[in-house]
């Protein structure tokens, strides 16, 4: 209970209930082409352009508040974004579509936008993270909802996977205890198979 304690006292709780309450909103928004009466999977919604309007503003009124905001709605999108990469099919309400044209892009072109979606939103993600401890926290409320909503979206390990090699890769360019982490696990991996006894 002390560690979990010290933990929150270093990511600082407010911003984890902002981050919490905006990556829940993010997980939303994609599908909010409903409600502005937009084709399923516009790009307006399925893409990060909302994003970039928020870093504009983030740009002129530069807080914690609203740094953990813009990081847990990205990060929310690039989770939205892998699940929406997996479909049963790629075909109609699974493409990407263009607004008022309302013009189905090929699967090609649909997949190669959802990996550069994807990218893009958790690369902003952790640009919005300052600390190690902020990406533990980032990384488990991702994890969290592969596992929440496996039973919803009939999906887990390749969503899953995808997420974290993208998130450890992108991560590793920032952290070092990351590499760190890797080599440590490596080591620990290699000294219980030499002591395994048949």
Known sequence: ???????????????????????????????????????????????PLFLFLLLELYQKEKNDTF????????????????????PKGWSRGALLHLPVVRLPLSPRISKILFVIFIVISAYISLKMINTFEEFIFFGVLALWTFLKNTIKEEKFFRPC???????ILLGSTKFDEIEKNIVKGKKQIIHYVKNIKF
């Open 161 to 167: 996977i995808l997420f974290m090699i993208i998130f």
């Open 1 to 47: 209970m002390e560690i979990f304690l010290e933990y929150i006292d270093k990511v600082g709780l407010i911003g984890i209930i902002v981050a919490v309450t905006a990556f829940l909103v993010g997980m939303k928004f994609p599908d909010w082409d409903f409600k502005m009466k937009l084709q399923h999977r516009s790009i307006l919604t399925h893409s």
């Open 67 to 86: 740094r953990f905001f813009i990081g847990g709605f990205a990060l929310a999108l690039a989770v939205h974004f892998i699940f929406d990469f997996f």
